[in-house]
């Protein structure tokens, strides 16, 4: 599936896994941003329109999808999908599953050091990966949930901690490393950052049918964890694992 072909594409970017937004972008160009309120269920289609309706362009005009794919809320992950493929459904439009890390990681001010973006997994754990300056990740840490301790044991300092999580880890991370770790914990993934990652994405061949993505949660329900015995998804890392 590819977007038409007349310059740069015109993109819609959701993210409800931690932080409710969208925003429209054309290319990697940023037209416009939004922020919602919870509960997105009730926010997101509303400030979907409203974008639109301020460029004076219709859903038809949109030629792709880019979504913050996980992991995050439960909830909000689920809300985002079902949008997305409400509004794509009967279209031929592509979508791009960004991860939700890779999104926060994106708007991580210059310093010394790699990123590692971190968001609170609950039970004392968050979910955390390391990108390069480039955005690509980065094999010492793969995306995974991790205790503190594990954390650290990982972690290669100089680097930038972002997120939330960082909050959660931060009394560990400073005995540890002091100040050679900066720690952000007030950032939260946007829209804008899932569509410029998604806009490259597209940019490179990359999309997908809107009806065949799923939320990359990382952990796995407590349901699914009793049933398989497996507390992460394929290709999640779980340093409790001996």
């Not at 409400?86 to 890390?101: N, Q």
């Not at 329900?221 to 049933?227: D, F, N, P, T, Y």
Request: neutral net charge; proline residues 7%; aromatic residues 4%.
């Amino acid at each position: 599936m590819h977007a038409r072909e007349r310059g740069p594409a015109l993109l819609l970017a959701i993210e409800s896994a931690v932080a409710p937004g969208v925003a429209l972008l054309r290319g990697e160009e940023l037209l416009a941003e939004r922020a919602c309120s919870h509960p997105a269920a009730e926010t997101l289609l509303p400030a979907i329109a409203s974008l639109l309706a301020e460029r004076g362009l219709a859903i038809a005009a949109v030629d792709a999808f880019a979504i913050s794919i996980g992991p995050g809320s439960f909830t909000g992950l689920r809300v985002g999908l079902a949008t997305l493929k409400g509004l794509a459904f009967g279209t031929s439009r592509p979508a791009i599953a960004v991860p939700t890390l890779a999104a926060l990681a994106c708007d991580a001010p210059e310093g010394e050091g790699p990123v590692v973006a971190a968001l609170d997994a609950r039970r004392d754990e968050v979910y955390a990966a390391a990108f390069d300056a480039a955005g690509a990740p980065l094999a010492w840490l793969p995306e995974g949930v991790y205790r503190a301790s594990a954390l650290c044991a990982a972690l290669r300092a100089p680097c930038r901690l972002v997120g939330d999580g960082a909050a959660i880890v931060a009394d560990a991370v400073r005995a540890a490393f002091g100040s050679a770790v900066s720690l952000e914990p007030a950032r939260v993934p946007r829209a804008a950052a899932v569509g410029r990652l998604g806009a490259r994405a597209l940019a490179q061949g990359a999309g997908a049918d809107p009806a065949s993505l799923v939320p990359r949660y990382v952990r796995r329900a407590e349901a699914e964890v009793r049933r398989s015995g497996e507390r992460v998804e394929p290709g999640a890392a779980d340093p409790t694992r001996g």
